[in-house]
């Protein structure tokens, strides 16, 4: 696999002239379940560290000790949208809290395998539920913090379920009909038109490589590298 080209220039996590640390940078990861974020968070993981940089790699939900409880709640145990998205949040308020804010804070780059795009996507969209709570509940839980980067690696649904069918046993999520991923699917394109510039759409039905030179022209194109 190439390292990313540009990119001997990636140096958040270093000090300014002032002597000041730099701010980290916050990237997340989205998809509808099988789109193969996972082999490449840890790709650009092991790329980044590898060249001396100081990376948090975690997830939501989870992240922190309390929010991985709360995800096994949330993954496994039947419960109402409404009490899914409360700790579902209630999970991102730890996990931001503990692990992103102080990461970003010394200077880090955080890789974050989903964030609140994928609640707008799966809860919003794919549940129905009400897209203004959900809004408020973002701002309360998140303060103005978003990520710098979201990289959405997009599938069409039918072949991100022939994935999953290979690799593993579906969650209450992956369950899931196809109608519902393709809701989510959709949720993912209105974040994506409402905030254009943190988004970068990877063509996730190509080859490992591809989705690679995707990522690659993705981190290029950001004026903070
Ligand atoms: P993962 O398997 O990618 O770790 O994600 C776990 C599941 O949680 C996945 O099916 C999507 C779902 N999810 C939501 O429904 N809402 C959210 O806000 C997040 C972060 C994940």
Redesign the pocket.
Known sequence: MSAPGRSQALNPGARSAQGRPTPGRFISFEGI?GAG??THIAALQGWLRARGHDVLLT????GSPLAEQL?EL??HRPMDALS?TLL?FAA?RDHLQTCIEPALARGAIVLC????D??F???GA?RGFDLHVLQQLETWVQQGRQPDLTLWFDLPPAQAAERRAAVRAP?R??RQDLDFFTRVRDGYAQRMQQAPQRFARLDASTDRDGVWAQIEQALEQRPWW
């Not at 997830?59 to 989870?62: V, Y």
């Not at 395998?113 to 609140?116: A, E, G, H, M, S």
Request: charged share 40%; glycine share 8%.
């Open positions: 379940d974020k996972s997830r939501e939900p989870g995800r949330v993954l899914e579902i991102r395998d989903r964030f609140t994928a609640t996507a799966y809860q794919g969650d999520f992956e």
